[in-house]
């Protein structure tokens, strides 16, 4: 057997490949692509919500979401982790991310206009999240199927917070139900856009899936995500914005509308309401803290020089 179809016959029985075993080039760069924009994603993701932790309701509302913005931090260093296993490392991947060359979830270069976006980010944005990573705990390569493991656990926490949160807005004054209206207008539809564009024009599925990279295809998930959040939707008494939203007792699932795929894209290529100012901020992040990384350099290489003497 060449070492293609060795590696090809680990991957259908359902073995993991670990960093030290032989991978075909393009597992490793599509591995890399795939985690490090996920990295980067929940570390630009605690943008849009850390922009209200000052502006919280109550001590409660504060206390979960410092504890959930800390959570997605987090996510990003186990992923950040897994990343490294395939021989790139953090700082290439953080200039890559800075020069524009990475990218990250088109959904957080949204604007967070209202207290009830935090609840329609846990419910919609982590619901989405965990549709999708579900499948990646099943991913063939060990050290990311193994974060995913424990990200999923906590995405699902935030998902329920999210949700929880917006049951009491629904369940309050006029205003706070129109306020949780206003928000799913707004995150509806990028929200089914996180899933990726069609799976005809999308470039890496194919080959993902037969690398048990991906084990869903991005219709697959979005129509499962549709199907559960509809249900939902309509447990807080709140309308989908989407007028061909209906179900179909063929299919045994909800029929919903176009998106918009030009937005799609041009969000993608940086041009979405936030993307210079998310980028911009995080590049201001990483100068402001290089005291912090040279000042933990300089205590291990005390530390190590100390053991050694
Ligand atoms: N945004 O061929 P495909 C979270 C790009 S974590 C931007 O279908 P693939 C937690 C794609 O990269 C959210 N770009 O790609 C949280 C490719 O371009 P490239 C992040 C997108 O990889 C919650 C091109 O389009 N989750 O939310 C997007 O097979 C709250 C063609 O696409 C993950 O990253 C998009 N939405 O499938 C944090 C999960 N969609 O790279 C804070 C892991 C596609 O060739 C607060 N990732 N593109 O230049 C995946 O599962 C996959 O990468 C997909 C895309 C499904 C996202």
Same mark, same amino acid.
């Given at each position: 057997?060449?070492?293609?179809?060795?590696?090809?016959?680990?991957?259908?029985?359902?073995?993991?490949?670990?960093?030290?075993?032989?991978?075909?080039?393009?597992?490793?760069?599509?591995?890399?692509?795939?985690?490090?924009?996920?990295?980067?994603?929940?570390?630009i993701?605690m943008q849009p919500?850390s922009?209200?932790?000052?502006?919280?309701?109550?001590?409660?509302?504060?206390?979960?979401?410092?504890?959930?913005?800390?959570?997605?931090?987090?996510?990003?260093?186990?992923?950040?982790?897994?990343?490294?296993?395939?021989?790139?490392?953090?700082?290439?991947?953080?200039?890559?991310?800075?020069?524009?060359?990475?990218?990250?979830?088109?959904?957080? =270069?949204?604007?967070?206009?209202?207290?009830?976006?935090?609840?329609?980010?846990?419910?919609?944005?982590?619901?989405?999240?965990?549709?999708?990573?579900?499948?990646?705990?099943?991913?063939?390569?060990?050290?990311?199927?193994?974060?995913?493991?424990?990200?999923?656990?906590?995405?699902?926490?935030?998902?329920?917070?999210?949700?929880?949160?917006?049951?009491?807005?629904?369940?309050?004054?006029?205003?706070?139900?129109?306020?949780?209206?206003?928000?799913?207008?707004?995150?509806?539809?990028?929200?089914?856009?996180?899933?990726?564009?069609?799976?005809?024009?999308?470039?890496?599925?194919?080959?993902?899936?037969?690398?048990?990279?991906?084990?869903?295809? =991005?219709?697959?998930?979005?129509?499962?995500?549709?199907?559960?959040?509809?249900?939902?939707?309509?447990?807080?008494?709140?309308?989908?914005?989407?007028?061909?939203?209906?179900?179909?007792?063929?299919?045994?699932?909800?029929?919903?509308?176009?998106?918009?795929?030009?937005?799609?894209?041009?969000?993608?290529?940086? =041009?979405?309401?936030?993307?210079?100012?998310r980028?911009?901020h995080?590049?201001?992040?990483?100068?402001?803290?290089?005291?912090?990384?040279?000042?933990?350099?300089?205590?291990?290489?005390?530390?190590?020089?100390?053991?050694?003497?």
């Open positions: 057997m060449s070492p293609e179809e060795q590696f090809q016959a680990i991957v259908d029985a359902e073995d993991k490949i670990e960093p030290s075993d032989w991978m075909p080039e393009g597992y490793r760069q599509t591995l890399i692509r795939q985690i490090a924009q996920h990295a980067h994603s929940e570390v993701g919500e922009n209200w932790i000052t502006r919280a309701p109550t001590l409660y509302r504060k206390a979960i979401l410092i504890a959930k913005v800390q959570d997605e931090a987090g996510h990003g260093l186990y992923l950040y982790s897994a990343a490294e296993t395939l021989g790139v490392g953090r700082d290439e991947m953080q200039e890559l991310l800075h020069q524009g060359k990475h990218k990250y979830s088109s959904i957080f =270069n949204y604007p967070t206009l209202s207290w009830a976006d935090m609840g329609t980010i846990g419910w919609l944005v982590d619901g989405a999240a965990i549709t999708n990573q579900v499948m990646l705990t099943r991913c063939s390569y060990g050290p990311y199927a193994r974060a995913m493991v424990r990200i999923c656990k906590e995405e699902s926490f935030h998902q329920r917070q999210g949700y929880e949160l917006l049951i009491r807005l629904c369940q309050g004054s006029a205003s706070q139900k129109a306020m949780a209206q206003d928000s799913i207008n707004r995150w509806w539809w990028p929200a089914l856009m996180m899933f990726g564009p069609h799976d005809g024009d999308s470039t890496h599925t194919e080959q993902s899936m037969k690398w048990k990279i991906k084990r869903v295809t =991005n219709d697959d998930l979005r129509q499962q995500f549709v199907d559960m959040t509809v249900r939902q939707a309509d447990y807080l008494g709140l309308e989908v914005p989407d007028p061909d939203l209906r179900w179909n007792e063929e299919r045994g699932h909800y029929d919903f509308g176009d998106i918009d795929w030009e937005e799609f894209w041009r969000v993608v290529k940086g =041009n979405g309401p936030m993307n210079r100012e980028v911009a995080k590049v201001k992040a990483w100068d402001d803290g290089a005291w912090v990384r040279e000042a933990a350099m300089a205590h291990a290489a005390k530390e190590e020089a100390r053991s050694a003497a």
